[in-house]
């Protein structure tokens, strides 16, 4: 059986100024798989951006539990978490100004967080990786002679120079255009085949509809999980389908370890509710979510 990559659990982060208290992970529970590609949805303020950026050890949670590979992200030093930065988890920015340096050309980027090693075992995985990318023919060349989605690939490499165990992706489809952003998805999926966990966030829904497992947040908790049905998980590369308007998904909300539920804003909004309280029953093993009785 695949180990946890991640493990969540009453994951709870406080963001204090002296004027205001903002409560932006509310008791978090998320399991994810080694080997698995999983994207997180949500909107703005959901609380996403903030799970990743605590599993990339750029944040520190306030309370519950994070483990990523094994480690303890609460228990951490700071000597302990620049390692873990460096060996464990690597990230892939939207903005490219984040993830390259515009005065050295994509041979010396991809080589530069490589761990200390010689200069010819750097060359042979920055060659490597470049392949993997289709970028071998611009090793050359520096950021202005390359487009925003040809500068996205050679982030994914960087992202990958020290082999990390778990790919962090921050709307890495949010700058290009519909051909970059297939492409893109298809370099992601190829590494999954190859056994490397990928977790990505995103608002693009051509992207999180191709993928198999996609969490939604919502302030701040998982709401829903959707899962790609079996009829479309060998039809990822097809052209023909419309990505964005198909249900390929099966959604399914989540109970918390309470036993509490976010209702999704559409059905809840069918209830035509007068106030915050429903009637709930059991009828044939089913729960029951109705508007009370006047």
Do not use: C
């Not at 080694?34 to 909107?43: H, K, S």
């Not at 988890?89 to 967080?113: A, D, K, S």
């Not at 509490?260 to 106030?275: F, S, V």
């Amino acid at each position: 059986m695949p180990e946890n990559m991640v493990q969540a659990e009453g994951l709870v982060k406080i963001y204090k100024t002296k004027q205001t208290e903002v409560l932006a992970l509310q008791g978090l529970d998320l399991t994810i798989e080694e080997g698995e590609l999983t994207a997180i949805i949500g909107n703005s303020g959901s609380g996403k951006s903030t799970f990743l950026n605590m599993i990339g050890g750029l944040d520190r949670p306030s309370a519950g539990s994070l483990y990523v590979a094994g480690k303890n992200l609460f228990t951490m030093t700071e000597k302990e978490l620049v390692l873990y930065k460096r060996d464990t988890v690597g990230f892939v920015w939207q903005n490219n100004g984040r993830n390259l340096l515009p005065y050295l050309t994509v041979m010396e980027n991809i080589m530069l967080p490589m761990s200390l090693s010689d200069t010819r075992k750097k060359k042979e995985k920055a060659t490597m990786l470049l392949e993997m990318v289709g970028l071998s023919s611009k090793k050359h060349s520096k950021m202005n002679m390359m487009s925003g989605g040809e500068q996205q690939r050679v982030a994914i490499a960087i992202a990958l120079a020290n082999s990390p165990k778990l790919l962090l992706a921050d709307e890495p489809t949010g700058s290009v255009d519909v051909r970059t952003a297939n492409y893109i998805f298809d370099v992601f999926t190829e590494l999954n085949k190859n056994g490397q966990t990928i977790l990505i966030v995103t608002h693009d829904v051509a992207l999180s509809k191709k993928v198999k497992r996609v969490i939604a947040i919502r302030d701040g908790k998982i709401s829903s999980e959707r899962v790609l049905k079996e009829a479309y998980a060998d039809r990822l590369q097809e052209s023909n389908i419309d990505w964005r308007a198909e249900n390929t998904q099966d959604e399914y909300v989540i109970l918390d370890r309470a036993g509490r539920l976010q209702i999704p804003a559409d059905l809840l909004a069918g209830l035509e509710l007068k106030d915050n309280k429903v009637s709930i029953g059991l009828h044939d093993g089913k729960i029951i979510i109705s508007r009370p009785e006047e």
